[in-house]
């Protein structure tokens, strides 16, 4: 009888980062090495080189990651279709209930590595500037007058910043009940059920 020796997984990319990033959220950036990344995979530390050139590469691969899921989406939910204000909010309180959209755990990890690097923090005050521009464009389209835009802007990115870094758990159900209060807080108009529905529904509630 021949005897099944077990295969390593395949190696990826995507397989390393994935890791790297769990790793990062779990335990800090100080934690990402390549030695450890390889025992979590089951992979030797020499294969992490055939996909990237060093550690620092997939430093930067991290943070690409990171500013293009985030802020990228963050931006497009700023961006995307709404007939009224009240759905334009809506589309951006995706991105605090569907993780795919926005990482917060994430968010978080990448504000306490900058503390300690400068060269990240100037990409965390970019991203930063960044989403308070979407934002505000968001309500300027809908006829805020800049200052009043500028100023809901800041309170809704304030108001995320504060739920991440305070590591709140809160029941999904009962996030997804307050949303329709923060919409109304946020524009100061009252959203119509059809929007609350559609945002529910989209959301699984």
């Given at each position: 009888m021949n005897k099944i020796t077990p295969t390593r997984p395949r190696a990826s990319d995507q397989?390393?980062?994935?890791?790297?990033?769990?790793l990062l959220i779990e335990a800090g950036v100080d934690a990402v090495k390549v030695m450890p990344l390889a025992k979590q995979l089951g992979l030797t530390r020499t294969g992490f080189y055939h996909h990237f050139r060093?550690?620092?590469?997939?430093?930067?691969a991290m943070i690409a990651r990171w500013e293009d899921k985030n802020t990228g989406n963050l931006i497009a939910?700023?961006?995307?279709?709404a007939e009224t204000i009240c759905e334009a909010m809506f589309n951006?309180?995706?991105?605090w209930i569907d993780r795919s959209l926005f990482d917060a755990p994430l968010d978080h990890a990448i504000r306490s590595w900058?503390?300690?690097?400068?060269p990240?923090?100037?990409?965390?005050?970019?991203?930063d500037a960044r989403r308070k521009a979407a934002v505000l464009a968001m309500f300027r389209r809908f006829g805020y007058a800049r200052g009043d835009a500028?100023?809901?802007a800041m309170t809704i990115l304030y108001t995320q910043v504060g739920y991440i870094s305070m590591e709140?758990?809160?029941?999904?159900?009962?996030?997804i009940n307050r949303v329709p209060a923060y919409v109304e807080l946020f524009t100061g108009e009252t959203p119509s059920k059809r929007e609350i529905d559609r945002f529910r529904t989209r959301n699984g509630y």
């Open positions: 397989m390393w980062l994935d890791a790297a990033l769990e060093d550690r620092e590469a997939l430093l930067d939910r700023c961006e995307a279709y951006l309180q995706d991105c900058a503390r300690h690097d400068p990240l923090k100037q990409r965390l005050d970019q991203a500028e100023i809901r709140v758990e809160e029941d999904p159900a009962r996030r």
